[in-house]
């Protein structure tokens, strides 16, 4: 029997509709594998700057306390997936020569989300980490200046091992002791830091008049730094506030 034009016709509709079904499947492939992702990364990166800003206001916070006087401040966090914990804790200490001044142990307050990426607030500082690099987002506080040197250590710590995933969080911080010393000297005055992330302390530490060195530091994650590595001050004043940090839900 001769072919007509509309079975012509049929073999055509037939092809289209595989070719759209092709299409469409391609399309929903090429979303899942790459598009899903990119979407992933972008709420991955929103979160952290989120944690960003959040940890903004807990240092402004915890800055009342130790700084102005404050007996106490709360900061709510929305943790989304996230979670939120005091750490172990790191040790500062500050030598006059062979003297030391001071040695403290300080617990950080540290957010993780996705991808091991991490924002730390510890001793009056931020750091955002991620695996074995990091960047300073706030500098601790100390004052050089040529006449003087001025250390203030914050002591966050805290009465038990604190760890809350995913929610709203408020993290509280109470101011609980505060010491203050000056001393006249004629030795330097180092600060030393124990801690993991002593990358960011030392970036966060150099300045002009400070010189900080690692490395062949015992042991490896220490750095230390010479306040008055361009001169002998006449003054040297050392506080330290200790806070107690606690977090609930």
């Not at 759209?20 to 929903?28: K, Q, S, T």
């Not at 200046?145 to 002591?155: C, E, L, N, Q, S």
């Amino acid at each position: 029997m001769p072919e007509t034009p509309l079975d012509d016709r049929g073999i055509s509709d037939v092809i289209g509709y595989v070719l759209v079904f092709a299409l469409i499947l391609g399309a929903v492939v090429i979303v899942s594998t790459t598009g899903l992702s990119e979407l992933a990364d972008i709420r991955t990166n929103e979160q952290i700057d989120n944690a960003e800003r959040a940890f903004d206001v807990i240092a402004e916070n915890l800055g009342d306390v130790y700084a102005s006087g404050a007996p106490s401040r709360a900061t709510e966090i929305d943790l989304a997936s996230a979670s939120l914990s005091l750490g172990t804790p790191i040790t500062m200490n500050v030598t006059n020569g062979s003297t030391t001044l001071l040695r403290q142990q300080i617990t950080p307050i540290v957010y993780e989300g996705e991808a091991r990426s991490r924002i730390v607030y510890e001793g009056g500082a931020v750091f955002r980490t991620q695996d074995d690099s990091g960047v300073v987002l706030r500098e601790p506080p100390v004052i050089t200046a040529p006449d003087g040197v001025h250390v203030t250590v914050v002591g966050t710590r805290s009465r038990q091992a604190d760890s809350v995933t995913g929610g709203t969080v408020r993290l509280r911080s109470e101011r609980a002791s505060a010491f203050l010393a000056e001393y006249g000297t004629e030795d330097p005055l180092w600060l030393n830091v124990t801690s993991p992330r002593w990358e960011q302390w030392e970036t966060a530490l150099q300045r002009p008049g400070v010189s900080c060195h690692s490395g062949g530091v015992t042991p490896s994650d220490v750095v230390a730094c010479n306040l008055t590595a361009s001169g002998v001050p006449t003054r040297v004043a050392v506080s330290v506030v200790r806070i107690d940090v606690s977090i609930s839900t």
